[in-house]
C-alpha cells in the first residue's frame, strides 16, 4: 500500500470493459492506486489489491462531480485520468437516430470533457496528466461511423486544445489510438444499430442494404489485437517522464497512413477498402422510383429549365430527367431478397 501511495492515484473511466478493465489491472500491478470508473456496481476487481471502484456515468454530470468529490476527499491529487469509456455508434447517418448521436458524442466527446473539469483540480495538485483514449476514425473519418468518426476527431482536436491551455502547469496530455482490438464494443454497436434500423423507415433501411453488407464484410477482415497491448501503451503513457503525444497500437499505425495522402486518394482508397466503390448503381437507386415503376414522367419533364440544361449538355430533356430506368439499372440482375443481418 506504501508503494502504492507512492506512485500516486488514477482514475480510469469505462473500466468494465475490455482496454479499461485491462488498465486497470495493469496500472495496480505497477503498484499504482487505482480509481475503477464504473456505471454501477461491479465485483470485476475484487481481491486485486489497490483498486476502488467508483460510480461514473459519464452523461450524468452531477454522477461526474460526485466521483470528483469522493476522489478529492480520499487523495490528496491525482497521478492521472484516463479518459478510456466510449461507444461506437454504427451505420449511414441517415439511419442513425438523434437520440443515438447524443449518445455517441455524451460518452465519447462531452463526458471526458466534463470529467477533465471536473478533476483538473486533483490533476494540478497531484502534479498529474491526463490519457484520453481515441480511435483511428478521429484523424480517418469512416463511411457508416460518421457519428463516431466526429466524436473521436472532437476528442483528438479538444486533446490538441488543452494541451496548449495547460502548458502553463505541465499537465500533458496525451492520446492513445488502439487499433482493431478483441472486445465487446463491436457486439454491443452491432446490437444498437441493429435496434436503430429496426425502428427506422424501411424504404431508406433497403437503400443501403449493399453498403451495410460491404462493411461487415471489410469488418471480418480485420484480426483484433489484444487488449493487453493497449492497456500496456496506456500504462506507459501513465508512467513516462515525457508523456508523447500520441501513440499509436496494432493497425493504428497502418491506418495513420492514410492521413498523409491527399484527401481525394485517401477517399478512394477508403472506399476501395470498405468495398464501397464496388456497390452497384441499383443499390445506390431507391428501389422503386414512382416514374420508372408507374409511367408518368416527373413535372419537370420537358419544361424550359430542364429543356436549357439538356441543350447546354447537348442531349434530349428525358436524358436529364430519365422517364425510364437507365438501361445499365433495366439490364442489372435482381439484388437477393435474402434477410441479411443489419450492422
Ligand atoms: N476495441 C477497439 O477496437 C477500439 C479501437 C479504437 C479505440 N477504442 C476505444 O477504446 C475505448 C475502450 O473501448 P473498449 O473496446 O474497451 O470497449 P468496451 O469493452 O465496450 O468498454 C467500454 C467501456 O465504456 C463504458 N461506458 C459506456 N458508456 C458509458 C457511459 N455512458 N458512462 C460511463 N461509462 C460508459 C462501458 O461501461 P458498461 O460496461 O457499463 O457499458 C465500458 O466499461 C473506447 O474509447 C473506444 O472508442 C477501441
Given at each position: 500500500m506504501a508503494e502504492q501511495q507512492q506512485r500516486g492515484a488514477v482514475l480510469v473511466t469505462g473500466a468494465t470493459g475490455g482496454i479499461g478493465a485491462?488498465?486497470?489491472?495493469?496500472?495496480?500491478?505497477?503498484?499504482?492506486?487505482?480509481?475503477?470508473?464504473?456505471?454501477?456496481?461491479?465485483?470485476?476487481?475484487?481481491?486485486?489489491?489497490?483498486?476502488?471502484v467508483v460510480t461514473l456515468e459519464l452523461s450524468d454530470s452531477a454522477s461526474i462531480a460526485a466521483a470528483a468529490k469522493q476522489i478529492a476527499g480520499e487523495v490528496k491529487g491525482l497521478h492521472a485520468v484516463v479518459n478510456n469509456a466510449g461507444v461506437i455508434v454504427q451505420g449511414p447517418l441517415e439511419l442513425v437516430p438523434a437520440e443515438e448521436w447524443r449518445r455517441?458524442?455524451?460518452?465519447?466527446?462531452?463526458?471526458?470533457?466534463?470529467?477533465?473539469?471536473?478533476?483538473l483540480p486533483l490533476i494540478r495538485s497531484g502534479a498529474g496528466r491526463i490519457v484520453n483514449v481515441s480511435a483511428p476514425t478521429g484523424q480517418v473519418a469512416m463511411p457508416l461511423l460518421s457519428a463516431l468518426s466526429a466524436s473521436k476527431a472532437g476528442l483528438d482536436s479538444l486533446s490538441d486544445a488543452l494541451r496548449l491551455e495547460l502548458a502553463a502547469w505541465k499537465i500533458p496530455?496525451?492520446?492513445?489510438?488502439?487499433?482493431?482490438?478483441?472486445?465487446?464494443?463491436?457486439?454491443?454497436?452491432?446490437?444498437?444499430?441493429?435496434?436503430?434500423?429496426?425502428?427506422?423507415?424501411?424504404?431508406?433501411?433497403?437503400?443501403?442494404?449493399?453498403?451495410?453488407?460491404?462493411?461487415?464484410?471489410?469488418?471480418?477482415?480485420?484480426?483484433?489485437?489484444?487488449?493487453?497491448?493497449?492497456?500496456?501503451?496506456i500504462a506507459r503513457a501513465v508512467e513516462a517522464r515525457r508523456p508523447k503525444r500520441r501513440y499509436l497500437v496494432g493497425d493504428a499505425r497502418s491506418l495513420s497512413i492514410l492521413t498523409k495522402l491527399p484527401a481525394g486518394l485517401?477517399?478512394?482508397?477508403?472506399?476501395?477498402?470498405?468495398?464501397?466503390?464496388?456497390?452497384?448503381?441499383?443499390?445506390?437507386?431507391?428501389?422503386?422510383?414512382?416514374?420508372?415503376?408507374?409511367?408518368?414522367?416527373?413535372?419537370?419533364?420537358g419544361t424550359r429549365p430542364v429543356n436549357s440544361l439538356a441543350k447546354v449538355i447537348g442531349c434530349s430533356w428525358s436524358a436529364v430527367i430519365p422517364t425510364a430506368p437507365p438501361t445499365w439499372l433495366a439490364n442489372s440482375p435482381p439484388r437477393p431478397s435474402s434477410p441479411r443481418t443489419p450492422l
Open positions: 485491462a488498465t486497470v489491472r495493469a496500472l495496480a500491478t505497477r503498484g499504482f492506486t487505482v480509481y475503477a470508473g464504473a456505471r454501477s456496481a461491479t465485483s470485476l476487481f475484487k481481491g486485486v489489491t489497490g483498486v476502488r455517441q458524442f455524451e460518452v465519447n466527446t462531452l463526458g471526458p470533457a466534463t470529467v477533465i473539469r471536473e478533476f496530455v496525451s492520446v492513445v489510438v488502439p487499433g482493431s482490438t478483441a472486445t465487446a464494443i463491436f457486439d454491443k454497436a452491432g446490437a444498437a444499430a441493429k435496434e436503430a434500423q429496426s425502428q427506422a423507415e424501411q424504404d431508406r433501411v433497403r437503400l443501403y442494404r449493399a453498403h451495410l453488407e460491404a462493411y461487415e464484410k471489410a469488418n471480418a477482415r480485420f484480426k483484433p489485437g489484444p487488449v493487453e497491448k493497449v492497456a500496456e501503451t485517401r477517399d478512394r482508397v477508403v472506399a476501395q477498402a470498405l468495398g464501397l466503390n464496388r456497390i452497384t448503381p441499383e443499390a445506390r437507386w431507391p428501389a422503386r422510383r414512382p416514374w420508372y415503376s408507374s409511367a408518368p414522367p416527373p413535372a419537370l419533364a
